[in-house]
C-alpha cells in the first residue's frame, strides 16, 4: 500500500467535520470521548466546554437556528444522559443538532461494561436518526448519513453513539471514502405543481379575512425576502412565531407581530379567519391543532410544509403543497402578481386589535415597587436596538416580553421552542454571541428557569462571551403558581426566594447587580452592558398574571 496512512477513528470523525464546515464543537469532557477530544484539538476546531451537557445541546441548538450550520455537541455516557432534554428542546425547534456521544469499548457492550446504557435507543424519540457506529471505516457513510437525515424535509437532531475502540481504531486511509456534502445533500429548491400554485392562489383570492401564520421551516429556508415581496403583492396580514420572528419585521403594514394566541390579541384573531395559510407551520396544539374554537370550522386552509407528514395532520386542507418554503412561496409570489389585491378591511380591524393591547400593557406599566414585568420591558425598549439579539426563556415574565418586544431582524428574536423547556436562555445567548462576536445580545429570564443553567455563566466568563440578563424575579415559579391560584385556589411548591442570583453571578466572574427600584434599572442596564462581562440585572418584580397564563386557566376551566 505504497502512500497509503494510518488514521483513527477520530481523524475520521474531525474530517468528516470538516467537510461540512463544522469548527466549533460544544462538550463537557469525559473518559469516552477523551480519544476524540485530542485529536480534534489539533485539527482547528473550538471548544466551548460547558458546565452540564444539557447547555451544550441548548448552545449547538441555538448555534443551528441562528447560523443554519450543523451544531455538533460531544460528550460520554452519563453526559449524553444529560443531553436528552437538550436533544428534546432541538427537536421540537427542529434543530439540526448533530449529537456525538463516546462509549465504553465495543468488544465490551452487553457485558455490563463502565457507564453501559441503551444510547441508541434512548436517543430515538428525540431526534430524527440515531445509529450505532461499529467500524471506523464507516464514520465518514454514518456521518454523512447523519448531516442528511439533520437538514432533509424539516430539520432535526440526530445521534452517533462511536465507542471508544471505534474512535481509536486505526485504519488505512486508503480503505475509507470521505463524502463531499454536495455529494449527499441536495441544495436546491424544490417547486409546487403549477396547478397547486394556481389553486393556493385562488383560494387566498375569495377570503375577506385571511391570515398568514409563518413558522420555522420557512427560517430555515430563508424565505425572508421572497415572503415579503409575497405580501407586499397580495396586501395578506400575516404573524410570524418564533425562529421565523423578523423575517418580515414586526414594523412592516402587513405584519402583525408574533404569533401566539395567548399573548397577541390580533393573533388570537384566527378564531375569525376565513382563510389560513400555514407556511412551514405545523398543526400542533399552540394553534389548536387548527381546529375549532381556534380557527373556525369553516375557514378553508392552505399548507405548505417540507414535511408530507404535516400536510393536514389535525385537519383536513384545501390544498397542500409539500416543498421547499423559499421555492413555493415565490411561485405564489409570481402567480399573485397576475391578479390586483385590494387592502382589505381586516387588517384595520387586526390593527386596532394591537394598538388595543399596546394600550392595555402601557396601564400596567406604572413605575410601582415592586415593578411589573410590563414596566421592566417597557423600560428595555429605550436601550434596545434593531439588530440586539432578544433571547426569551419561557415563564411569565418572559412572556410579558413577547408580548412587547418587537422582531426587526431575522434569526435574531430567539425563543426556547413549543416543548417550553425551562433554562435554554443563558446557553442560547452565549451562542448567539459566538455566532456574532460583534452585536449586542440581551437575555431574558425568571428566577426559576436561571436556576437550570445559570453555572453556565462560568461558561461565559471563561469563553468571553460578554452578554446581559434581564431576570424578573417574583421568588416563584410564576407561571405554575398562577394557574393553580386559577384553578385551585391555593399555591403547592411553586414558591422560591428573593435569592442574590446577582451575587452567584459575581462569584462566577461576571458583573451583578439588584434592582428594586424603578428608577434605578435603566443606569442598572446600561452598567451592566459597559461592564464588558457577561451580566445579570436581578431586577425584583411583582407576581403578575400573564395573559399566556388567564389564557392557560380559562381553557382548562372550559374542559380544552
Known amino acids: 500500500m505504497s502512500g497509503s496512512q494510518m488514521v483513527t477513528g477520530s481523524h475520521l470523525i474531525g474530517r468528516a467535520l470538516k467537510l461540512e464546515g463544522v469548527d466549533n464543537i460544544f462538550t463537557l469532557a469525559g473518559d469516552h470521548i477523551l480519544p476524540l477530544l485530542d485529536v480534534l484539538h489539533d485539527m482547528d476546531f473550538r471548544y466551548v466546554d460547558t458546565r452540564h451537557e444539557q447547555a451544550a445541546v441548548h448552545m449547538a441548538d441555538a448555534w443551528a437556528r441562528i447560523t443554519g450550520q450543523p451544531g455538533v455537541v460531544s460528550y460520554t455516557t452519563p453526559g449524553f444522559a444529560n443531553a436528552v432534554p437538550g436533544l428534546a428542546n432541538a427537536f421540537h425547534s427542529d434543530s439540526p443538532v448533530v449529537s456525538i ?96 400554485v394556481r389553486q393556493a392562489v385562488d383560494v387566498l383570492r375569495q377570503g375577506s379575512r385571511p391570515m398568514i401564520v409563518v413558522g420555522g421551516a420557512a427560517a430555515d429556508a430563508d424565505a425572508g425576502e421572497v415572503l415579503r415581496r409575497f405580501v407586499e403583492t397580495t396586501n395578506l396580514p400575516l404573524l410570524t412565531e418564533d425562529q421565523a420572528r423578523g423575517m418580515v419585521a414586526d414594523d412592516h403594514p402587513n405584519c402583525f407581530g408574533f404569533f401566539e394566541r395567548g399573548l397577541n390579541r390580533a393573533a388570537a384573531m384566527v378564531r375569525e379567519a376565513d382563510v389560513v395559510l400555514l407556511l412551514g407551520r405545523k398543526q400542533d396544539y399552540t394553534i389548536g391543532y387548527g381546529l375549532p374554537p381556534a380557527i373556525a370550522a369553516d375557514a378553508r386552509m392552505v399548507q405548505v410544509d417540507p414535511s408530507a407528514a404535516e400536510i393536514g395532520r389535525n385537519r383536513g386542507v384545501d390544498v397542500g403543497i409539500v416543498g421547499d418554503i423559499a421555492g413555493v412561496v415565490e411561485q405564489l409570489a409570481d402567480e399573485a402578481a ?68 418587537a422582531a426587526q431582524r431575522p434569526r435574531r428574536w430567539l425563543y426556547v ?72 385556589g391555593r399555591p403547592i411548591a411553586t414558591d422560591l426566594l428573593r435569592t442574590r442570583y446577582d451575587r452567584v453571578v459575581e462569584g462566577l466572574g461576571g458583573y451583578g447587580e439588584l434592582v428594586e427600584r424603578p428608577e434605578d434599572l435603566v443606569p442598572a442596564v446600561e452598567r451592566a452592558f459597559a461592564s464588558g462581562k457577561p451580566a445579570l440585572v436581578n431586577v425584583s418584580v411583582q407576581r403578575a398574571i400573564s395573559p399566556r397564563a388567564e389564557a392557560a386557566i380559562a381553557r382548562r376551566k372550559a374542559g380544552g
Not at 481504531?169 to 436546491?188: H, I, K, M, W
Request: proline letters at 6%.
Open 101 to 196: 456521544s463516546g462509549s465504553a469499548d465495543l468488544a465490551h457492550l452487553g457485558q455490563g461494561a463502565m457507564q453501559e446504557i441503551e444510547q441508541v435507543d434512548m436517543a430515538s424519540p428525540v431526534t430524527k436518526g440515531s445509529w450505532m457506529v461499529h467500524d471506523a471505516r464507516r464514520i465518514p457513510e454514518l456521518i454523512a448519513r447523519a448531516m442528511r437525515t439533520a437538514f432533509s424535509g424539516r430539520r432535526g437532531p440526530v445521534h452517533l453513539t462511536i465507542p471508544m475502540d471505534v474512535q481509536e481504531q486505526r485504519v488505512s486511509d486508503e480503505e475509507v471514502s470521505l463524502y463531499q456534502p454536495r455529494e449527499y445533500r441536495v441544495g436546491a429548491t424544490s417547486q409546487a405543481r403549477p396547478e397547486l
Open 338 to 405: 397576475r391578479h390586483s389585491w385590494p387592502r382589505l378591511p381586516w387588517l384595520d380591524r387586526l390593527q386596532a386589535e394591537r394598538e388595543a393591547q399596546d394600550e392595555w400593557l402601557d396601564t400596567l406599566a406604572a413605575p410601582e415597587t415592586p415593578m411589573h414585568a410590563t414596566y421592566v420591558h417597557r423600560a428595555m425598549q429605550r436601550l434596545l436596538r434593531p439588530d440586539d439579539f432578544l433571547v426569551f426563556d419561557g415563564g411569565d415574565f418572559c412572556h410579558f416580553g413577547r408580548a412587547i418586544h
Open 417 to 488: 421552542s413549543s416543548l417550553g423547556m425551562l433554562g435554554s436562555s443563558l446557553p442560547t445567548a452565549m451562542a448567539a454571541k459566538l455566532a456574532h462576536p460583534d452585536a449586542r445580545v440581551v437575555m431574558f429570564t425568571g428566577d426559576g428557569a436561571f436556576g437550570f443553567n445559570g453555572m453556565e455563566f462560568d461558561t461565559a466568563v471563561r469563553h468571553d462571551l460578554p452578554l446581559v440578563a434581564v431576570m424578573g424575579n417574583d421568588a416563584a415559579w410564576g407561571i405554575d403558581r398562577q394557574i393553580q391560584l386559577g384553578l385551585y
